[in-house]
């Protein structure tokens, strides 16, 4: 359960969660991992990890976004089973139970699809639309477009999930890519415990960049195509001028038409490269190999605690990360 100033949020939700889970076995633990949170979420954790012997509260050093938070959740889980959660409550616990019935009729991934978005803005709502549709064009590996990150995975797709190397993680993208049999099951998003999200538009596209840029080659073949129909365009219009000239005797348009086409030209060239720089700067990023986070501290034992290591399918438990 990744949590990015949640202070508010967390007195609720996890003794909440926390209560579902014991429902379902009498294994469990609950991974709670600040993100570098500015208010009080820490010292939130350390009360309820204190007062919850099944609560295990990672901090991280700073913000590190919400993918390199649910890593760290994933690499520390050992549970046979690890469903991710948000903080602010609007995952239904509801769901859960179903979740688990699926697990055990076979599914390795049971994954909660939206019903609606009425919570997010039309042009919010709308560009999502767009964004899996183009990471979508002719990719063999179909992300769904209303799951998020509210699943329920077995223990061989975390250690597959956690044996993935890169640095610039879209989770929704991994989640398709390490395949697996997979059911989905449709939900309506409760309201907030507390506040507003913290993750606006400018963290949806930033996260949607990294996504497409990770995912797809699109960016790249459609400027292939545009320079390709530029050129054609460009030797069309060109034998237009000839003919119009030797046939009918037009002037040939000077300065204004060329001046034109240097422009449209330059600023295409400029796109290109700028699409072209996302691609090497993500490379970059990669062969730094540098950690996706970094563990200031860490409360709590959770199953480490219990001797459970998640191999054993009759010993292990339930884990929420």
Known sequence: MPAFNEAKSLGAVVPHVLAALCQLSPRVELIVVDDGSQDDTARVMQGLCAAHAQLVCLKLSRNFGKESALTAGLDIAHGDTVVLMDADGQ????????????????????????????????????????????????????????AGDFRLMDRQVVNALKALPER???????????GFTSTALDYEPLA????????????????????????STAPLRLLAW?????????????????????????????????????????GIQLLGL????????????????????????????????SGSGGSNAGQGGLGIA
Do not use: C
Not at 195 to 215: Q, R
């Open 274 to 305: 700028g699409i072209i720089a996302e691609y090497v700067g993500r490379i970059y990023d990669e062969v730094k190999r540098r950690p996706s986070y970094i563990v200031a501290q860490r409360s709590g034992q959770g199953l480490a605690g």
């Open 192 to 215: 907030r415990a507390d506040g507003l999200t913290k993750f606006g538009m400018g963290g949806s596209f930033s996260l949607a960049l990294t996504g497409m840029v990770a995912f």
């Open 168 to 178: 610039n993680r879209f989770m929704k993208g991994l989640y398709a890519w390490v």
């Open 91 to 146: 995952h239904p616990t509801s769901l859960l139970p179903e979740m688990l019935l699926k697990w055990q009729q076979g599914a390795d991934v049971v994954y909660a699809l939206r019903k609606t978005r009425e919570d997010q803005s039309a042009l919010q709502a709308g560009l999502i639309g767009l964004f899996y549709k183009l990471v979508n064009w002719r990719n063999p590996i179909e992300i769904p477009a209303n």
């Open 226 to 266: 545009l320079g390709l129909l530029l050129a054609v365009s460009a030797i069309g219009y060109g034998a237009w001028e000839v003919l119009d000239h030797f046939i009918w005797g037009t002037a040939v348009p000077g300065y204004a038409t060329l001046v034109d086409g240097m422009m449209f030209l330059n």
